[in-house]
């Protein structure tokens, strides 16, 4: 390992890569701490805290923020909204035709344009999530704005949507002049943020349980976890494909054995996501409207039923991971193009001809989509289940060790590529570098 950090470093590309992702990872965790002009700092502490288990909404802006959402800085918003923007325009792409021309136009030219209008979303979803958030905030009559004039939403929309319009040119540099996904690695720095924040509160905080054993539990559940999602992420499902010979002109192509490569886990977080997003939302809104919930009204029932650690969330919020797992993998993955694909390209599957190719390929999605769907839905309950049973709370959820897993293993594949190409050795029979 030494021995590859040394090369690594000895190659002069790969140092400058890494040492302009460090900095711009750094000054992404800068900016993220410097407060937005026009909140109540005062109150700040006093409003998030009343407010933090009321809203559930917040969680997720908190994870992929770094605690920048619950400290109301110019990054409160962070890279969420660009992920918003990039998941309308997928959908949109499938639903609108010419928006769908432009995805597969094979110049390059089309895809720059989406990615532009994905830009100009991803400002306005920060400005209108700023202005909704900021100015619904408040706890026992006291508001996070410092003042109520329209100077002052003004100013927290621009501050917070200008945030989020730097979060996402840091991380498209991080990707054209860095390692990795700037994006992902943004994602990865506040998940890691987090972390150490959140054991040391589980460790200090009230609990039935003995602080060290409360320590322990974490560190096993979270090794065993990080250790199943790095497992299942390498999997993949190793279709043969025979191509067959074709002449042109006095050359002759194809006729070899190669394979097409699934992953297992094709879908990633976004299932969690989505559900989790799903269920928020009503708790979030019957908060904001019913701040003092009482027996008999929805927001009460919602908060004895559909919390975390209830046997309400953990199944329904299992059945809709299931569901979504289903559903993205239709969007981002059809069986019929890819077959049409292979058709064209002269390749068959042993044993398979013709239309069989595309029912072999969805009979095969299929099951690792369940599979998937089923290993995503036990991931999930695994933290809910533990404060249910033995009244330990962990400071992550499930998304947060699979996208921090993803990410680290994605990091690894592309040092691996930039090695590869310059000629670096690596160790291939041990799945890592010499």
């Given at each position: 390992m030494l021995t590859t950090i040394r090369r690594i470093w000895n190659t002069l590309e790969l140092r400058k890569k890494i040492i302009y992702t460090f900095l711009m990872l750094l000054l992404y965790r800068f900016v993220s701490v410097i407060p937005a002009p026009g909140v109540n700092t005062t109150y700040l502490n006093?409003?998030?805290?009343?407010?933090?288990?009321?809203?559930?909404?917040?969680?997720?802006?908190?994870?992929?923020?770094?605690?920048?959402?619950?400290?109301?800085?110019?990054?409160?918003?962070?890279?969420?909204?660009?992920?918003?923007?990039?998941?309308?325009?997928?959908?949109?792409?499938?639903?609108?035709?010419?928006?769908?021309?432009?995805?597969?136009?094979?110049?390059?030219?089309?895809?720059?344009?989406?990615?532009?209008?994905?830009?100009?979303?991803?400002?306005?979803?920060?400005?209108?999530?700023?202005?909704?958030?900021?100015?619904?905030?408040?706890?026992n009559g006291i508001s996070m704005m410092a003042g109520q004039s329209?100077?002052?939403?003004?100013?927290?929309?621009?501050?917070?949507?200008?945030?989020?319009?730097?979060?996402?040119?840091?991380?498209?540099?991080?990707?054209?002049?860095?390692?990795?996904?700037?994006?992902?690695?943004?994602?990865?720095?506040?998940?890691?943020?987090?972390?150490?924040?959140?054991?040391?509160?589980?460790?200090?905080?009230?609990?039935?349980?003995?602080?060290?054993?409360?320590l322990i539990v974490i560190l096993v559940v979270a090794a065993l976890m990080t250790v199943a999602v790095t497992f299942v992420e390498l999997a993949e499902?190793?279709?043969?494909?025979?191509?067959?010979?074709?002449?042109?002109?006095?050359?002759?192509?194809?006729?070899?054995?190669?394979?097409?490569?699934?992953?297992?886990v094709s879908v990633g977080v976004m299932p969690m996501i989505f559900a989790y997003s799903f269920l928020a939302f009503p708790g979030t809104i019957a908060a904001m409207i019913n701040r003092n919930p009482q027996p008999g009204s929805f927001t009460y029932w919602w908060n004895a039923n559909m919390s975390s650690g209830q046997w309400g969330y953990i199944i329904v919020s299992s059945l809709l991971i299931m569901a979504f797992t289903f559903f993205y993998s239709s969007i981002s993955f059809d069986p019929a193009k890819q077959a049409e694909q292979l058709i064209m390209q002269g390749a068959t599957i042993p044993g398979q001809r013709g239309k069989n190719i595309r029912n072999y390929l969805q009979s095969i999605v299929s099951r690792l989509n369940l599979f998937a769907a089923l290993f995503l839905a036990v991931l999930a309950a695994i933290p809910s289940l533990l404060f249910r049973w033995l009244g330990i709370s962990m400071p992550f959820a499930a998304s947060s060790i699979l996208i921090a897993v993803s990410v680290a293993l994605e990091t690894i594949r592309t040092v691996e590529g930039e090695m590869s190409i310059r000629g670096i050795e690596m160790d291939v029979d041990r799945g890592g570098f010499m």
């Open positions: 006093y409003i998030m805290s009343g407010i933090s288990e009321q809203l559930p909404i917040f969680g997720l802006f908190s994870m992929m923020t770094g605690n920048a959402f619950n400290q109301m800085t110019i990054m409160a918003m962070g890279i969420t909204p660009y992920i918003n923007a990039s998941i309308i325009m997928q959908l949109l792409c499938i639903a609108i035709p010419a928006l769908e021309r432009l995805q597969n136009d094979e110049t390059g030219a089309g895809r720059e344009k989406i990615n532009r209008i994905t830009r100009y979303v991803t400002v306005a979803l920060a400005a209108l999530q700023a202005i909704g958030i900021v100015s619904s905030l408040n706890y329209w100077f002052d939403y003004v100013m927290v929309a621009l501050s917070m949507a200008a945030g989020s319009a730097l979060a996402m040119w840091i991380g498209e540099r991080i990707t054209d002049k860095g390692i990795g996904n700037g994006i992902s690695l943004l994602i990865f720095v506040g998940i890691v943020s987090n972390l150490f924040n959140g054991i040391l509160n589980a460790f200090m905080g009230t609990s039935s349980v003995n602080p060290w054993v409360h499902r190793r279709v043969p494909l025979q191509i067959a010979k074709q002449t042109k002109g006095r050359r002759v192509y194809g006729g070899q054995n190669t394979r097409l490569t699934l992953k297992v």
